[in-house]
């Protein structure tokens, strides 16, 4: 009879905790949309200028059919976004650019008449060189294929890869208080432990102490493969290996600066070296060709292309999804669990042992 008496009184309960549960969904569900129907304007008018659809306003005027393509390089300049990965992973709380990404979005523009030049917009300490190349190449491929401009704006710090990438640029504007140059290399870190006596295992294995020292057998066949392995010094044959490898590297930066800025190679190794510069030294060297403000950078761009002032719209490509579905994905992709912060830490760590144009100490990436 309890049994009977209890199973009654369930059913509807369990009916309406279902029915509560749907409709508090629907409620988060719409609420979101209209979120981001009042925040973007692609939900609130469809437009016929295909453009608009591809790119975002950014400033200017906002009806002109004169597109000046804003590309951002914020953070750690980096190669291929890995699959798995965010594309924009200062969503995150890191800030990359991935460079090869940055010369498709500049070979994608080459085929767009409606845009009549390009702006680089950079705050990068720099990264690894073959993303950093890759920008560069993406200039170059936009300059030939359009003979339109490309100008560089450092907003803040261009540094070492920055330095790598822009230098293609047709015009390089610093604004006030900016800093250029590092044109150098760096090479991998390595650790060399003295008669270790502690062990940390990490947080699941726990740690050791001994008194009389830790010893390591690594297994390893061909010659040099257990470079790096901390329980041993490096010979000096295996140092000038590397730093051979190094300076190849850094003859490269140096002859590319070079000749894109019309610098003598000499200067740059012995006078400038890998120092950072303010405006008024790096304009002096000619690392950059004057310092302006953003909006007086975007004025010369739009002035060399046979622009009035008023008479040019900024874009940027779009850094999310657009329309219903793709903002729909994009929540679902807030609250997946295939990537983590510390996957794209992992992989700013994967790059530190690479030769880096890297402005600072690239360990810290990975702490």
């Not at 009035?308 to 994905?329: A, W």
Request: a negative charge; proline letters at 5%.
């Amino acid at each position: 009879m309890n049994s009977w008496l209890n199973s009654v009184w369930l059913l509807p309960l369990r009916i309406f905790i279902k029915v509560l549960l749907v409709m508090v969904s629907l409620l988060i569900i719409f609420t979101l949309i209209g979120m981001m129907a009042g925040g973007n304007p692609h939900f609130a008018k469809t437009s016929t200028d295909p453009l608009e659809l591809e790119y975002q306003y950014v400033t200017g005027a906002a009806e002109s059919k004169n597109y000046l393509l804003q590309i951002n390089i914020d953070g750690v300049i980096l190669g291929i976004v890995p699959e798995g990965l965010p594309t924009a992973p200062g969503l995150m709380g890191f800030s990359v650019t991935y460079g090869y990404a940055v010369r498709e979005q500049l070979v994608k523009a080459a085929e767009q008449d409606e845009i009549k030049g390009v702006l680089l917009r950079l705050q990068t300490p720099g990264g690894t060189i073959f993303g950093s190349r890759a920008i560069f190449d993406g200039i170059k491929y936009y300059q030939e294929k359009t003979n339109k401009p490309v100008f560089a704006y450092v907003e803040g710090l261009s540094a070492s890869g920055g330095m790598m990438a822009m230098v293609g640029a047709d015009k390089i504007y610093a604004d006030h208080g900016s800093m250029v140059g590092s044109i150098g290399v760096l090479g991998p870190s390595l650790f060399y432990f003295n008669k270790p006596t502690a062990f940390d295992g990490g947080l699941l294995a726990g740690g050791i102490v001994t008194e009389g020292g830790i010893e390591q057998t690594l297994v390893s066949a061909g010659r040099y493969k257990d470079l790096g392995n901390p329980f041993r010094r490096i010979t000096a044959e295996e140092l000038a290996h590397l730093q051979a490898s190094i300076d190849e590297e850094y003859n490269y930066f140096v002859e590319h600066v070079a000749v894109a800025r019309d610098i003598l190679p000499d200067v740059l190794r012995n006078e400038l070296g890998a120092q950072i510069l303010g405006n008024a030294q790096a304009e002096q060297y000619h690392l950059i060709d004057g310092t302006l403000s953003y909006h007086d950078t975007l004025d010369q761009l739009a002035q060399q292309v046979g622009l009035e002032k008023s008479d040019y719209r900024v874009v940027t490509p779009h850094t999310e999804p657009v329309g219903l579905l793709g903002q729909l994905l994009r929540i679902k992709s807030m609250f997946s669990t295939h990537t983590t912060p510390q996957q794209v830490t992992q992989h700013l760590c994967d790059m530190v042992q690479l030769p880096l144009a890297y402005y600072g100490d690239p360990r810290g990436l990975c702490r």
